[in-house]
């Protein structure tokens, strides 16, 4: 939808009139660096040009009136800004996470809003619920003249997260709907939140992303369980090295320190954090040297990890990514995102994309008998008000 469809579309389910204003967050996909932000490494994600929009109008009462463009059976749906619940499996959980959390830091919504939702998002996996959260910040930002940066935003969709759905997910996916850039990734170090903009010149080849149509739910996943592993694994490895995150340790100083983990299922789950650590350090400086090869190479690394060591896979993802690297062209694959589901992320050359496109859909189709859905990558710019 552009501008003005989705405008009318606000108008035809909340009446016409007043100060309506309109605004977009985008979605992510994280190149590498996956389950760190919440083990306190470094993550390397890059906002989309696709992503979740939100036509709102205030209201002279409490009433928050929510209508998704995406689910409109669902009707007009309510909520209150003095009575925020959480709903079982409801999107407006999102919207009302924010305000929770914009509630906690000391600011106050007076008044409610008509709140009119279009997502353009493909598939799951690509963080449509931080663009929800880094959306409606930006309005109540807007509207409400709160002193928030785009910092602030990210940290309050984490915290709707963690303190009022129940996900225990790190900063990542905020951060990057928050301050992306077109055709740049971030490189977060996620425990102090320092940062830095890298092109994404990938001389010759594509971003590719592939859907697996398998969907997933972190919260019901493995994802807290994971994290909790991985507290486990930490808590036995303070015993022996002084170390606040897992992050903290070197490949070598794990391999010296590992044996005070008591739990083989935990040792894992911290082999991947360390690993993956060196990993996206070295992938962000390959990278920059425009040597693709490495590049890919890590990212299969990356994906074998989390494969294996910490077993945040699918069959049907595990596909996807056996099938693209069989592909021409193809430097690199591995799931992108929480995990068990959602998409892969391949580095593709440009006169294999079609090739590509043919070979892995028609694999993917006969070994799982989904269909998966392929898109090129596009980058784009982090939350902010369109009209």
């Known amino acids: 939808m552009n501008n003005a469809e989705l405008k009318e579309g606000f108008c035809k389910v909340f009446g016409t009139g007043g100060d309506i204003r309109g605004y977009f967050a985008p979605g992510r996909v994280n190149l590498i660096g996956e389950h760190l932000d919440y083990n306190r490494g470094h993550v390397f994600p890059c906002a989309l040009n696709t992503g979740n929009y939100a036509v709102v109008r205030l209201r002279d009462d409490k009433k928050i009136h929510f209508f998704s463009a995406n689910y409109p059976r669902l009707g007009i749906l309510e909520g209150d800004v003095d009575a925020l619940v959480k709903k079982n499996g409801s999107w407006t959980n999102y919207v009302e996470g924010v305000l929770f959390a914009i509630r906690e830091k000391g600011y106050v919504v007076d008044r409610g809003f008509d709140c009119y939702i279009y997502g353009n998002i493909p598939g799951s996996g690509l963080s449509s619920s931080a663009a929800m959260e880094v959306v409606i910040g930006t309005m109540v930002k807007d509207f409400f003249g709160f002193d928030l940066t785009p910092i602030d935003i990210a940290l309050c969709g984490q915290r709707a997260e963690n303190g009022f759905i129940g996900m225990n997910c790190g900063i990542m996916d905020q951060f990057a709907s928050a301050m992306g850039k077109t055709g740049k990734a971030i490189f977060l170090d996620t425990a102090t939140l320092e940062y830095e ?31 909790q592993e991985c507290e486990r694994a930490l808590q036995d490895l303070k015993k022996v090295v002084d170390i606040h995150n897992l992050c903290e340790l070197t490949p070598e100083q794990f391999e010296n320190a590992k044996s005070a983990i008591q739990d083989p299922v935990c040792l894992a789950r911290a082999k991947h954090a360390v690993y993956e650590e060196e990993r996206t350090k070295k992938a962000v400086l390959a990278l920059r040297e425009n040597d693709l090869v490495t590049f890919g190479t890590l990212l299969n690394e990356s994906g074998d990890s989390l494969r294996y060591d910490y077993d945040a896979t699918c069959p049907e993802i595990d596909a996807l990514v056996e099938e693209a690297r069989k592909q021409k062209g193809v430097y690199g694959s591995r799931e992108t995102g929480g995990g068990w589901g959602g998409n892969t992320v391949s580095i593709v050359r440009e006169e294999n994309i079609a090739d590509f496109r043919k070979n892995v859909s028609k694999a993917y189709k006969e070994r799982t008998g989904l269909n998966c859905s392929i898109y090129e990558l596009e980058t784009g710019e982090g939350g902010r008000r369109i009209f």
């Open 197 to 227: 903009y890298v092109p994404l010149e990938l001389k010759g080849c594509k971003i590719i992303v592939a859907n697996s149509n398998k969907p997933h739910s972190l919260v019901s996943s493995h994802y807290n369980e994971r994290r």
